[in-house]
C-alpha cells in the first residue's frame, strides 16, 4: 500500500489545478502556499461590502460568490476566481459587495502578504493585474476610508475626581 501524500503536496497540486496559478512554478507555489490562510465560510455571508476598506485579497478554493455593485449582480465566481485585490492594489474603498451562494473555501491573504505575492509570484501577478485592469472600467475611483482610533467617552465628572485623587 502506497504511503499517504504529504498534506502541503495535496494543497500545491489542488492550487495548480485552480486557473490563478495554472502556470506557477513550483517556487511560486510555495511562495504563496506558505503565506495563504484557509478559512470556510457559510452560505450568505458578505465577505466584503461595496465602499468599505479593504483588508483582504481572497482566492476562491471551493464554493461559489456572487457580486453585486449598487445592488446590482455583476458576476457570480467560483473555484479559482479571487476577489479583493483593487482595495489593495488601488487604496481604494471596495468597489462591490461579495456574498457567498454556497458554503466556500478561500484562500486568503492580507495586505503584506498580498504585495509579498504580488513581487514574489510573477505567473499570479499578471493574471491579477490583467483581471484588476478589467474590473477597473467604468467603476469611479473613491478613496479608502480611513480608519481612525475609537476615542473614548470621558468618564463622569465624579470619577474623574477620583481618578485624580481629588475625590472628598
Given at each position: 500500500?502506497?504511503l499517504a501524500t504529504p498534506?502541503?503536496?495535496?494543497?500545491?497540486?489542488?492550487?495548480?489545478?485552480?486557473?490563478?496559478?495554472?502556470?506557477?512554478?513550483?517556487?511560486?507555489?510555495?511562495?504563496?502556499?506558505?503565506?495563504?490562510?484557509?478559512?470556510?465560510?457559510?452560505?450568505?455571508?458578505?465577505?466584503?461590502?461595496?465602499?468599505?476598506?479593504?483588508?483582504e485579497f481572497a482566492v476562491?478554493?471551493?464554493?461559489?460568490?456572487?457580486?453585486?455593485?449598487?445592488?446590482?449582480?455583476?458576476?457570480?465566481?467560483?473555484?479559482?476566481?479571487?476577489?479583493?485585490?483593487?482595495?489593495?492594489?488601488?487604496?481604494?474603498?471596495?468597489?462591490?459587495?461579495?456574498?457567498?451562494?454556497?458554503?466556500?473555501?478561500?484562500?486568503?491573504?492580507?495586505?503584506?502578504?498580498?504585495?509579498?505575492?504580488?513581487?514574489?509570484?510573477?505567473?499570479?501577478?499578471?493574471?491579477?493585474?490583467?483581471?484588476?485592469?478589467?474590473?477597473?472600467e467604468g467603476v469611479p475611483?473613491?478613496?479608502?476610508?480611513?480608519?481612525?482610533?475609537?476615542?473614548?467617552?470621558?468618564?463622569?465628572?465624579?470619577?474623574?475626581?477620583?481618578?485624580?485623587?481629588?475625590?472628598?
Amino acid at each position: 500500500m502506497p504511503l499517504a501524500t504529504p498534506y502541503w503536496r495535496r494543497r500545491r497540486e489542488f492550487l495548480r489545478g485552480l486557473a490563478l496559478f495554472a502556470d506557477s512554478t513550483e517556487a511560486e507555489l510555495r511562495a504563496f502556499d506558505r503565506q495563504a490562510g484557509e478559512i470556510w465560510v457559510e452560505r450568505g455571508t458578505d465577505l466584503m461590502r461595496e465602499g468599505a476598506r479593504g483588508v483582504e485579497f481572497a482566492v476562491i478554493a471551493d464554493g461559489r460568490v456572487q457580486v453585486a455593485r449598487t445592488g446590482a449582480v455583476i458576476a457570480d465566481l467560483g473555484p479559482g476566481d479571487f476577489i479583493g485585490e483593487l482595495a489593495l492594489l488601488d487604496d481604494r474603498a471596495r468597489t462591490a459587495t461579495v456574498t457567498t451562494t454556497a458554503r466556500t473555501r478561500l484562500l486568503v491573504l492580507g495586505p503584506d502578504e498580498f504585495a509579498s505575492m504580488m513581487r514574489d509570484v510573477p505567473s499570479v501577478r499578471a493574471q491579477v493585474d490583467d483581471a484588476a485592469a478589467v474590473r477597473r472600467e467604468g467603476v469611479p475611483v473613491v478613496p479608502a476610508p480611513r480608519v481612525t482610533p475609537a476615542r473614548m467617552a470621558p468618564p463622569p465628572a465624579a470619577r474623574r475626581r477620583r481618578l485624580l485623587g481629588t475625590w472628598r
